[in-house]
Structure formats: C-alpha cells, structure tokens
C-alpha cells in the first residue's frame, strides 16, 4: 500500500511511514513539549494509530524548521511517557497504550530512551549462549556456599593466586605468588600502595588530566599531587625529569593504557624514557593497567619492564564487569607485600570470597577470555559508530576501547555541553574531576559501555554531533 501523507485532519492515517507533521502552536509550549504533547493528542484521537512509524528526527527537524536537538529532547519526552519505541534497523514507532501499559508488558524493551555515557563500564554481554554460561558458574558456586560465606586467609587461596598468575600472564607478566596480592578492587589496592609508598606532605607525580579516583585517594591520605604535562600520547618524560629535579616525588602514578579519560596509549620508547627518569630520582612507579586484556597487542607494561620499582595494579573491572570488585596487585618484592597486605587487611579484612570463587572459575575455565573477546568485538563495533558519527577532530579515541575523549568546538564550554546532553536523556562528564591542576579544558568523556544497546549508543550520539556541529546559541533554543 502505497504511503498517505498525514493532512492534519482527524481520523486514521493508513500507512503514513512517517509524514506526521504536527502544529506545534496550538501548545503554547517550548516546542519539544509540544512534540510530547502533539503525539499524545494524536494518539488519543486516533489521527496516530498503534504501529505508525514516525519520521527521523533529522527529517522533522528540517520539516518544522528546528535544531536536531529540539526534536530529539521531544522525542525523549514522548518515551518517558510511554507513546512511542524505537526498533533496532527501523525507527521509531507509536506504542499501543494498552500494551504498553499492561503488567509485565515487555513493549518497551528495545525504546530508546536515556542514555547514559557518564559510567566507564564495558559493554554487557548480550550472547545469549556467554550469558548462561556465566550464570551457570554462579550457579555452581552455590554447592560451596557456606564454605563462602566465611572469612578466609588474606590475599586469596592458592588455587585463586594459580589463576590469578595465569591471568597476568596473559598480559605478559610472569611474576610468582610471593610477589602477589588478591584485593577487593583496584581502588583498595591503590589505596595500600600510595599508603606504603608515600606519607601525609610527600608528593605523587600523575598526568594532567588523569584517573579521578587517584586524587580522591591523594586527598585522603594527605598526599601533594603534582600534574605533569602530556600530549596525545601521554606523560611527558623530560617534564617528569623537571619536577624530580625540584619536589622529589615518591610515586608516579600512570594509567599508560587506553588512558582514562584521553584514551591516550604510552607508546615503548616512551615507558622507557618514564622508567630512566623514575630510576635516576629512586620514584617508584604505580601502574594502573585497568584495560590491559583489551588490547590483543599491547606495549610491554611496566612491571615487564622495570620489576623492581613498579607496583603493577590489574582489576577486572574494566575488562570482566563493574560489579566484579577485584584486584591483583603486584609488588616490586616478596618483602614490599608484607606492609601492604597489612595495610589491606586493616582497611577492607578481605576480598569477597565469592567474588574471588567467581573470577578464579572463570580465569580457569575460559569464561573470562570468552567475555573479554566479546568486550573486544562490542567495543570496536561502538567506536565503529562513533567514528561515523562524532565530526572529525572533535575527539580521540581507541578502537579497543569504549570511551571518547572529546574537544569542545569553539564557543562551547564543558558546563554548557553537559547540559544540553542532560536536556536531551543524555549523561556526559566534564573535564573538572580528571584534571589535576589548572583550569579544566574544554572537554568531555563519553562512555560507549554499560548497559546501553548499539540503537542507544547510535541516537546519543546523533543527538551529540549534531550539537557539536552547530552553534551553542542555537543548540539551547527550545521555544
């Protein structure tokens, strides 16, 4: 049947394939609430009917002659409310209220909604076959339960430092039980080390623009963190040499790989020239590898490189799930980890038995490896998106990872971006909490994981090039 052009006049409209047109006017309201309203309106009168596609938002935006953003902020409105769903390869279509309104209705699953890119998570696996067997080594887990439930010896059993061992070695690192420590998260596990390396007035060298967890930790402690300069490729050396020279710091913390937030990589030559520095001045240096087993060929890390002055930090975090809170610290020597498990012990007693029962199965039966591939392959299918979306030389980024790192246009400011997100269901962070000193640049970091599915992904960052390209003037005009 051949698509009907929707006149504005009451009764069903057969086929539209998204025409609608509506008179916002009529609302005396800013106009994206006038979409919302305009389909409610048509919905109830049945001028929309349950099923209808509705036109791009890039295609009513040029139709009633407003900014994509306005069009998007209203469509959002209209999911909140229940009238319409977004379908994967499709649109977006008009909801039927009765079905969405029954209990345990799944009409809303594939909506797009709200997106939230403020959360540095990866993707969720969705394969159906990963998924059960990840539960399924949950499940298995429930016939030593009680076992579980107690305390057990600090620093993980041998059986959870035998996987541990085996996991680092998948990064490279070929290390021995003596040297190694099992804690709950990384952020306990930099916690202890600062704690060991450094007391309250000492100061910790970081880059610039750097991991914000690192200067929560520094503040507690009482520690001075001094910023050192970098480029798109990291930390530089000879800036860290200068502030030796004159503070002499007792720590350089880096986050050298797929770095949070700039996605920056320490290239060899540069981890080198870091290490020459840090061993000349006696610094030690704090590695904070998070997404090591995302990358399939990464630079060697520190601790390959410089054993003895390097506390190297891996958690699953970053490459396993959010929820799964643990570490595996690395300590220059046997002797260095006796303060630090006494520090570890004092301030968290231990890690989760069922959490370490978990990671250790997993690590041991080829789960882990199973669900980082698929972070991989999900990762670079998001940045895929990213990069036929975002305006070049806006932002930088890694093919292997899943965040962006993004440089505001002139005449925007980080505060003002973030709101615009907001206006639109979208979640962005501000350069504020990454940066160390100085006046935050104009920037923001975008979070391409989580929970969000690839339909998601795509119309937040729609919504986002299309701010970035136009004027901030422009993108905030709603009436």
């Known amino acids: 049947m051949a698509a009907t052009e929707y006149d504005g006049r ?32 048509d919905i109830r009168t049945g001028r929309l009917t349950p099923g209808t596609r509705l036109p791009t938002q890039r295609a009513l935006a040029e139709a009633l002659d407003l900014n994509f953003t306005t069009v998007s902020r209203g469509y959002v409105a209209a999911h909140k409310r229940g009238l319409i769903e977004g379908r994967v390869g499709q649109g977006t279509f008009v909801v039927d209220p009765a079905r969405s ?10 909506r797009i909604g709200p997106v939230d890119f403020t959360m540095n998570l990866p993707p969720e696996p969705d394969a159906p076959a990963l998924r059960a067997r990840m539960q399924a080594s949950l499940a298995d887990l429930s016939g030593d339960l ?16 035998e996987a541990a061992l085996r996991w680092l070695k998948g990064r490279g690192i070929d290390t021995t039980r003596e040297r190694l420590l099992i804690c709950p998260g990384a952020h306990s596990a930099l916690f202890s080390v600062l704690g060991q390396v450094a007391r309250p007035g000492d100061t910790i060298c970081a880059e610039r623009i750097t991991y914000p967890g690192i200067r929560a ?78 990358c399939p060929a990464p630079p060697p890390s520190f601790a390959e490189l410089a054993p003895e002055i390097t506390y190297y930090v891996a958690g699953l975090a970053k490459c396993l799930g959010a929820g799964l809170r643990l570490a595996f610290l690395v300590a220059p020597s046997a002797r260095s980890v006796l303060p ?57 980024a890694d093919p292997h990872g899943f965040h962006v790192w993004i440089t505001l246009p002139e005449g925007w400011t980080r505060a003002a971006f973030a709101s615009q997100g907001r206006s639109a269901g979208l979640g962005v962070v501000g350069s504020d909490p990454f940066c160390v000193a100085g006046t935050p640049p104009e920037a923001v970091r975008l979070c391409l994981g989580g929970p969000s599915t690839r339909q998601q992904i795509t119309h937040g960052l729609e919504v986002l090039a299309h701010a970035l390209e136009g004027s901030p003037a422009l993108a905030s005009t709603y009436i």
């Not at 880096?254 to 520095?277: G, K, W």
Request: with cysteine; net charge positive.
């Open 340 to 396: 630090l498990a006494g520090a570890l012990r004092t301030a968290t007693v231990m890690a989760s038995p069922i959490a370490t029962a978990l990671a250790t199965r997993w690590i041991m039966d080829g789960t882990a490896d199973a669900v980082v591939q698929f972070v991989r392959e999900e990762s670079a299918a998001r940045q895929r998106i990213a990069a036929s979306l975002l305006p070049a030389g806006t932002y930088t």
């Open 10 to 41: 009451p009764g069903p409209q057969v086929g539209m394939s998204g025409a609608w047109r509506p008179d916002l006017k009529r609302w005396g309201k800013p106009h994206y609430l006038a979409i919302a309203e305009a389909l409610a309106d």
């Open 146 to 161: 009680i076992n579980l439930l107690r305390y057990q010896g600090f620093g993980g059993t041998d059986e959870d430092k």
């Open 101 to 110: 309104s029954r209990p345990g209705s799944t009409a809303g699953a594939a």
């Open 217 to 294: 930790l520094a503040a507690h402690l009482g520690l001075r963190l001094v910023d050192l300069p970098m480029d798109c490729y990291g930390v530089d050396p000879d800036a860290f040499a200068a502030v030796c020279t004159k503070v002499a710091p007792r720590a350089i913390y880096l986050n050298p790989l797929l770095q949070n937030p700039t996605t920056a990589t320490l290239s060899l030559s540069r981890r080198q020239a870091v290490i020459a520095v840090a061993r000349r001045y006696a610094v030690s240096i704090i590695e904070d590898d998070a997404y090591a087993r995302l």
